[in-house]
């Protein structure tokens, strides 16, 4: 990959964006392309499919479910911020039996690749969960989202200890078949990612989400009140890149073997390289897909036209590649 | 009716009172786009820091203009997106998404229809009082707003309705008031069949509760904050009865954003009811108050 790369600048495309292969993986799971939805922010690929189809992106990362069907919290549940938002669902989601029967056998139809994100309250949910996904099969990848920071009660936010990490992960890993890669999310919001990224791994985590949204408050300065109805809630998009990308740089310079799935803020394929040569395998597009409901393929299709430009002619050897001396 | 999203190009800006009125060439969007659906449009450029697109009734569509199919909707300047659109220019091209959402539903036989617009509201009552106009439906219009020139419509409305009443708090123009005080007395002498709302929370609140009280079937259009417009965020939630009858959190853009108004909870919006499916287990205590219910109440209190 060397040679092609001195290709001089402002020459056209080293390499026909066509004949790059785009192909990854994350642990077992093979990919055609490293673009996914994240989770939240594409239901279970129903809506999104109107706009694209969505099993020419990698994958479909969807909505965590929980064991039972759920409200989520009182609105207002969101607030624009500067290159950004706010969110405070709290977790609304019809519950695992309803997602089982109706939503992962849609995805399955389309050909779409399901990656089935799950949040409990419980080291015991998130077991269960994982061998309900077991049972009824379908899923490529589980994610463990362990780090939402919206769940109702705040004591029970696994991310930020890596022993309850680890716990999770434990359960879920066990519960869940050996060719099925279980992934553990990241909160950004905690000292040092990189122990809780190793307790995960120690734990059986074949991988990393990283990372899931900032801790945030808006206040309204007419009411003097918060806006959103939970006071508090997630941060994402484009404001949070830098952090995003730091928490994958630290985590792939210390476990380099250790597959990523990369998000934050991505709103294009030059974003989305950024996080592939901090040391992610794949990318999730998330908030942007709120402002461009078609942005997974826009974003996939820049992405490999970037590549193209730079005289890769594989994805792959772009992952990581930021590490390497000049 | 499934949406697209496209580049659209806008057409024309122009100024109604207080509001904006801006028509887009939209292929795709207007050919299948139905009475009390709304559009998404990107605001801020290709580069902006606003992430969320803008929610707008659609007020008029033409399928086929010479330039393609056209769709118009009605804005009021609130912040920072709705000033950048007004800034907008003829040709500038304008990232735009719809129909989105579930329209009003039609009589089947012709009927009386009294059709309740409060503010920008109104706009999207007139495609409505056309397609009712088309089923050989009796229009009688209420609209009110809080000042003459925030009135949508009323020139319109007196031509193709047998009856208006117009409503300003200030009492500019018609009657001093909110849109809901005539109310009653319209239901009574038209022997309306049905009512049709939009406008803002307390108004709809008060509209369906009059016309639950005269037995009247009514139904509203309401506007609540929303991230994705396309039913993929669980932003824009409300608490609403289903056929069931069971209270459940439901997404107003996918689901709405028209709902049969004795089917909304209004008091309980900004809450998630104890009731409601999914539920937070134990009760909370004391039942909270949202902001905007408690808003409500106030409003309906002033209104009575
Ligand atoms: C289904 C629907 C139909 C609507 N139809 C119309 C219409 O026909 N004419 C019209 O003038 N307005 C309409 N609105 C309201 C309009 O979307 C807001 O006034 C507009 O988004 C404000 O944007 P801003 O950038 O100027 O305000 P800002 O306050 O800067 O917006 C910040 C954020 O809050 C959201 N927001 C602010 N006010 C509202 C509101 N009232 N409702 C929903 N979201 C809001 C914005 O979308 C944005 O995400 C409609 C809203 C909905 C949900
Ligand atoms: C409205 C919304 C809902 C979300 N819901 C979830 C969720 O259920 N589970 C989860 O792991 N992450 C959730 N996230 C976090 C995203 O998956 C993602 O990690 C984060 O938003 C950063 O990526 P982005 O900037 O591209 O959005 C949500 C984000 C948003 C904006
Ligand atoms: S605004 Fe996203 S679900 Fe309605």
């Not at chain 1, 039972?68 to 977790?91: D, H, K, V, Y």
């Not at chain 1, 890669?181 to 307790?199: E, G, H, N, Q, Y």
Request: with cysteine; charged share 20%; proline share 8%.
């Amino acid at each position: 990959m060397s040679t092609t790369l001195t290709v001089r600048v402002g020459t056209p495309a080293a390499t026909p964006a066509s004949t790059v292969d785009m192909s990854t993986t994350l642990g077992r799971f093979e990919l055609p392309n490293p673009v996914l939805t994240a989770s939240g922010c594409a239901g279970a690929g129903r809506e999104l499919n109107q706009f694209f189809d969505v099993a020419q992106i990698g994958g479909v990362v969807t909505k965590s479910i929980m064991l039972r069907p759920r409200s989520g919290r009182p609105t207002a549940r969101m607030a624009e911020t500067p290159s950004g938002m706010l969110n405070s669902i709290g977790l609304q989601g019809p519950g695992i039996d309803v997602f089982l029967e109706k939503d992962l056998p849609w995805l399955v139809e389309q050909g779409a690749r399901a990656v089935v994100s799950i949040a409990g309250g419980s080291v015991e949910e998130f077991g269960k969960l994982a061998t309900r996904i077991r049972d009824a099969g379908g899923a490529s990848m589980i994610e463990v989202n362990i780090s939402c920071p919206n769940v109702e009660d705040r004591g029970q936010v696994f991310a930020c200890d890596p022993r309850a990490a680890a716990n999770v992960v434990q359960a879920v890993r066990r519960a869940t078949r050996a060719e099925v890669p279980v992934f553990a999310k990241l909160s950004p919001d905690v000292t040092d990612i990189v122990a809780i990224a190793r307790s995960c791994v120690d734990a059986g985590a074949d991988g990393l989400s990283m990372t899931n949204t900032l801790l945030g408050i808006v206040i309204d300065t007419d009411t003097m009140r918060p806006v959103l109805a939970g006071v508090t809630g997630g941060l994402s998009g484009p404001a949070i890149r830098p952090v995003a990308l730091r928490c994958v740089w630290q985590v792939h310079q210390a476990m380099p073997e250790v597959p990523i799935l990369g998000m934050g803020g991505i709103r294009t394929g030059l974003d989305a390289l950024q996080f592939a040569l901090a040391g992610a395998s794949a990318v999730s597009v998330g908030t942007e897909t709120f402002h461009d409901p078609s942005a997974p393929m826009r974003v996939l299709r820049e992405l490999t036209k970037a590549l193209a430009d730079r005289g890769f002619e594989r994805f792959s050897d772009a992952v990581g590649l930021a590490h390497q001396p000049r | 009716m499934t949406p697209v999203q496209v580049t659209g190009e806008v057409l024309s800006l122009r100024r109604i009172g207080a509001y904006n009125a801006m028509t887009v060439v939209a292929p795709g969007v207007a050919e299948s786009a139905k009475p009390g659906q709304f559009v998404t449009v990107a605001v801020g450029g290709p580069d902006t820091s606003m992430l969320m697109r803008r929610p707008f009734s659609i007020y008029q569509v033409r399928e086929r203009g010479v330039y393609g199919g056209t769709v118009e909707f009605v804005f009021s300047v609130e912040g920072r997106g709705t000033r950048w659109l007004a800034h907008m220019q003829p040709h500038e091209p304008i990232d735009i998404v719809g129909p989105l959402g579930k329209p009003f539903a039609l009589p089947r036989e012709p009927a009386t229809c009294v059709l309740v617009g409060g503010g920008y509201g109104s706009a999207p009552l007139f495609p409505l009082a056309d397609a009712l106009r088309e089923r050989g439906c009796r229009i009688d219009f209420v609209i009110g707003a809080a000042t003459e020139e925030r009135l949508f419509g009323a020139l319109d409305a007196k031509r193709i309705s047998a009856t208006l009443s117009v409503t300003t708090d200030d009492g500019s123009v018609g009657l001093r008031g909110r849109v809901s005080d005539p109310l009653p007395e319209v239901l009574a002498t038209t022997k309306a069949d049905v009512v049709y709302a939009c406008g803002p929370m307390p108004m709809l609140r008060a509209v369906s509760r009059i016309a639950e009280e005269a037995g009247i079937p009514c139904q509203i259009a309401v506007e609540e904050m929303m991230a994705c417009g396309v039913g993929v965020c669980m932003t824009c939630v409300l608490p609403v009865v289903g056929d069931d009858g069971e209270t459940r959190m439901v997404r107003s853009c996918v689901d709405g954003p028209v709902f049969h108004g004795e089917r909304v909870r209004f008091d309980d919006i900004g809450t998630i009811p104890a009731d409601a499916v999914g539920a937070p287990e134990p009760p909370p205590e004391p039942k909270p108050v949202g902001k905007r219910a408690a808003k409500a109440q106030q409003v309906a209190e002033a209104v009575r």
